[in-house]
């Protein structure tokens, strides 16, 4: 066995990246290269607060600052070219990750990382407006460092006593190679679960506001850029393309779109596309647009538009950059990576709770298998940690929404950074007394076909890199047989554009499909099925309590009234601090102590 104090020390020794516990990819995988156009795009969405890499996932091992040296090279192959580059950001920069979680405020170090990151727009997410304390530090500290290039098309901040704009609702510039007159947006998707500071205001409802009637009708628009925090099959992006149209039927549009964690390309007309660049610090989006006309020119024909989707690692940024080890860290990049280090060392994110038996996932095995983290979390942990300390004998069904976990479980170190990454937010448990089990037994059927809140932050549906994407499949299959690169796990991207997004060729990992609620029971005596308990307590995250109050009343029979229900809720646990996340850490504490 290792002793504790040896970890770190260990994994140092097989650093390639700069992070000390990261190492870089296997060599020898298969490139494909960027295209080039006149106006391209770097992109990254949901990072989630993982600007410190991927410690155990080495594909994914570059920091902040080797993005931010990555960004500055790709700047000046744009201007070696005579073209233009915009480095972007579509919100959810918070919650996620130990980085940002385990400071105090939540963000500290995050925020003043990201602010030395050059931008030149971004946007807000909706985890960033979830606490009215993490939306006032971003409105008081993020939005002011921008300099107006933080855009907030349609969310409202109450921070002085009235209602104000969250950010600038929009901003015009002019590229500094082709002198592209850009008209940028930041829109947020209809998000209803903010804090009581924020308001978000529907994006039915913005496109109509006179502020932007008068953005989009100036004639002086060479391309439109509509940062936007909404999946590319979301209905308020279409919105949001249709109003542009109705003034400007021709004029490209690029939208970098956010929300789903996944890597997604649409064609919304000829020379209309948005971009979804994936989650956590795994992908860096391009995109890129060939033959728009000169500036203040009309076009005779749509552009030729581009993506790609790369991998988020340092031997990648240095092959489409023109880099080497020895040429590519800049001094900002070096600066950023070194305080990572020191931020992460501060808050002890390293420390050793447990060591994990093997690799637990949340999709890459179906639920119900012993690997699938739902399954451990429904057969081990809920039954055995939420416990009421005076109704332990009392039967009880324990209700969780997938949203709540957002990662998978390594086999090895189990470390204070897992705690976060695993398990971010601070949910606890709830609990109605003595349900009826003629209503209790069908709450799960009920949750099932409830769309909300469960999809604010519920897993994506199976993705396009699935592994059985019929013709898709076929084609990367015939791909891999011919490889004779490297080839290793990864996304198999297949989008509007085809299946050659991805910048590295992978080998496909399945997904499936993952209830997104899901019920343990507890107590319950060895043959309930056969003679089920009168009632049992019904016990679920407060995250979605109103929720059960309005199934209660549903399935109640005039028994329950949702208010009513709502307001004789009580707490699990009366301890504030065993939140859903430090039960989990409990049981790793306890069950998988020791040394790895």
Not at 223 to 230: E, G, K, P, Q, S
Request: aromatic share 10%.
């Amino acid at each position: 066995m290792i002793p504790r104090a040896s970890i770190a020390l260990a994994l140092a020794a097989l650093a390639g990246a700069i992070q000390p516990a990261a190492r870089d990819p296997l060599p020898g995988q298969e490139m494909r290269e960027l295209e080039w156009g006149d106006l391209n795009f770097l992109h990254t969405t949901d990072n989630h607060g993982w600007h410190g890499g991927h410690l155990q996932e080495p594909q994914y091992s570059a920091d902040l600052g080797d993005y931010v040296s990555f960004t500055t090279h790709m700047r000046q192959r744009a201007n070696d070219r005579g073209v233009d580059l915009l480095v972007v950001d579509s919100g959810d920069r918070a919650e996620g990750n130990g980085l940002w979680d385990a400071s105090d405020p939540k963000g500290l170090y995050t925020r003043q990382l990201l602010q030395q990151v050059p931008f030149d727009v971004l946007t807000s997410g909706n985890h960033e407006l979830y606490s009215p304390a993490t939306a006032a530090h971003e409105h008081l500290e993020m939005v002011p460092n921008f300099n107006g290039r933080y855009l907030s098309s349609n969310i409202e901040i109450n921070a002085t006593g009235s209602w104000e704009p969250f950010a600038p609702r929009f901003t015009k510039f002019t590229t500094p190679n082709l002198h592209l007159n850009i008209t940028a947006f930041g829109f947020l998707f209809n998000f209803t679960s903010n804090g009581a500071n924020t308001r978000v205001t529907p994006v039915n409802e913005a496109v109509e506001q006179q502020w932007f009637v008068d953005a989009v009708t100036d004639a002086a628009v060479d391309v439109f850029v509509v940062l936007a925090h909404i999946d590319t099959d979301f209905s308020e992006l279409q919105i949001i393309h249709d109003a542009i149209r109705a003034a400007h039927p021709k004029t490209p549009i690029a939208m970098l779109a956010g929300h789903a964690h996944q890597r997604k390309f649409k064609m919304f007309d000829a020379a209309s596309a948005a971009l979804e660049s994936g989650r956590y610090c795994e992908t860096a989006g391009w995109l890129s647009l060939r033959g728009l006309p000169a500036a203040g020119t009309p076009g005779t024909a749509p552009p030729t538009v581009s993506r790609r989707y790369i991998d988020f690692n340092r031997p990648g940024f240095q092959h489409h950059s023109h880099t080497t080890p020895s040429t590519f860290d800049t001094p900002l990049g070096l600066s950023l990576t070194a305080s990572i280090t020191q931020h992460r060392d501060a808050l002890n994110l390293s420390t050793l709770l447990g060591c994990s038996p093997t690799h637990f996932t949340p999709d890459a095995a179906p639920y119900g298998d012993p690997q699938n983290w739902y399954t451990f979390l429904t057969t081990h942990i809920l039954p055995t940690m939420v416990r009421h300390p005076h109704r332990t004998e009392i039967p009880r069904l324990v209700f969780i929404n997938a949203g709540s976990q957002r990662f998978d479980v390594f086999p090895g170190a189990f470390t204070r950074d897992t705690e976060y990454i695993v398990s971010p937010f601070t949910s606890r448990f709830m609990y109605a007394r003595e349900v009826p089990w003629h209503v209790a037994r069908r709450l799960h059927e009920y949750f099932l076909a409830d769309p909300s809140p469960f999809s604010v932050d519920a897993l994506p549906p199976s993705p396009p890199d699935a592994a059985d994407e019929g013709e898709g499949d076929e084609a990367w299959g015939e791909l891999r047989r011919r490889s004779a690169h490297t080839l290793i796990p990864g996304y198999t991207t297949h989008d509007d554009a085809g299946t050659s997004g991805d910048d590295t060729v992978h080998a496909a990992i399945p997904r499936y499909e993952i209830p997104k609620v899901l019920v343990a029971n507890a107590s319950f005596h060895a043959d309930w099925e056969q003679r089920p308990p009168g009632s049992v307590d019904v016990v679920f995250l407060d995250f979605f309590r109103k929720n059960v109050a309005a199934a209660l009343e549903a399935l109640g029979g005039g028994g329950y009234v949702a208010a009513e229900a709502e307001a004789g809720f009580e707490y699990y646990d009366p301890d504030e601090g065993r939140t859903f996340t430090r039960l989990i850490v409990e049981y790793v504490e306890k069950e998988w102590s020791g040394e790895c």
